[in-house]
């Protein structure tokens, strides 16, 4: 039963780059899909030049909300003998979600340092999660046990077997793994079923009548590599059927409105992309619905997803509004 004596806290399991990696064999990750509510995070056409190092900075930028921070580089000021020229920060995650406090555990220095930058506090040590060498494809990052990292995590959210106490614990658990820049599958698999491990330790601990049962708040999001994301070939990965449009007649093609995960606030996103974008689940005993994906799949997710899809960059508003943090966005 949910007790809503309290707001949410919520743990976010991020598989950067390791979509293509999902096997039938990861149950749990297919099971949490399976009883929460699944869509899409559109993501911006990724740069030609960029590896997946690049990448996963450039799309963790649009999750956490700062790509058009980094877009538009610096702020110049005029006066009348001279030029400043000053740096466009973003403000802290405390300053945009009402004093939210989040965390970020990580295997992606680059990401940590984001992430710091942001405000997120680092936590690593609680998890013994080490960075893995961004340079070295066949080497398995050194991954604590799942038993371990799910017991701390809930924790840090103040849902474990101490008494929870707002003013000292998170309210918000990024986890990212990723298999950095390297092309060895079995980095990418032993990520992902690392994930999936964790995320089954979770569920077991959320036994009836636990804080965690009552107030946890799991989400899943899962992305592609440079490689996967590159190949506008696969059209079995589109979000929007061209030939749904290039059918219309003629003179209604100028009817046709616009995607609404192309918006942002009130204005055209030029340069989305139509096709592979992040794989989100929502999950809340008691709270969020529950459509009829039965998997972690592209193709179900697009026939049986209720949540559709919204611009990545709307993700962290979506998810503060659930915790209490935020005004609800959109309908």
């Known amino acids: 039963m949910v007790i809503a004596d309290a707001p949410a806290r919520a743990i976010v399991f991020f598989g950067d780059g390791l979509m293509e990696f ?4 990861h149950s749990h990750l297919h099971a949490l899909a399976a009883s929460g509510a699944c869509g899409f995070l559109a993501l911006r056409n990724l740069p030609s030049y ?9 799309e963790m930028q649009q999750l956490l909300d ?11 000021t005029s006066s009348k003998n001279n030029v400043t020229t000053t740096a466009l920060t973003p403000p802290s995650i405390a300053e945009r979600f009402m004093g939210m406090k989040a965390a970020i555990i990580t295997n992606s220095e680059p ?11 680092l936590n690593n040590s609680k998890v013994g999660l080490h960075f893995s060498e961004p340079h070295v494809s066949n080497s398995v990052p050194q991954l604590a046990s799942s038993a371990q990292v799910a017991s701390e995590l809930l924790e840090l959210l103040g849902l474990g077997s101490q008494p929870l106490k707002e003013s000292n614990n998170c309210e918000l658990v990024l986890v990212h793994v990723t298999a950095g820049s390297g092309t060895d599958d079995a980095v990418a698999r032993s990520c992902i079923d690392w994930i999936d491990s ?7 601990l959320m036994q009836p009548g636990t804080k965690a049962d009552d107030h ?7 992305s592609y590599g440079v490689k996967a994301a590159s190949d506008v070939s696969l059209n079995n990965l589109e979000l929007h059927r061209q030939q749904v449009f290039d059918s219309l007649q003629t003179n209604l093609r100028v009817h046709c409105p616009q995607q609404s995960y192309k918006m942002k606030d009130g204005k055209l996103v030029i340069d989305v992309r139509d096709h ?3 794989l989100v689940v929502h999950q809340m005993n008691g709270v969020t619905r529950r459509d009829h994906v039965s ?19 709307r993700f962290l508003h979506e998810l503060a509004f659930k915790l209490w943090k935020a005004p609800k966005y959109g309908a």
């Open 50 to 58: 960029m590896d997946n190092m690049s990448r996963s900075i450039f």
């Open 66 to 76: 700062v790509h058009d921070f980094g877009k538009a580089g610096i702020i110049e």
């Open 198 to 204: 964790i995320v089954g330790e979770v569920k077991n």
């Open 22 to 25: 999902v096997s039938p064999s």
């Open 216 to 222: 946890l708040y799991l989400t899943l999001v899962f």
């Open 111 to 121: 990401i940590a340092n984001l992430g710091e930058n942001l405000g997120f506090m």
């Open 295 to 313: 998997s972690l799949d592209f193709d179900d997710f697009l026939k049986n997803g209720c949540n559709l899809s919204i611009l990545a960059d």
């Open 276 to 278: 592979h974008p992040m």
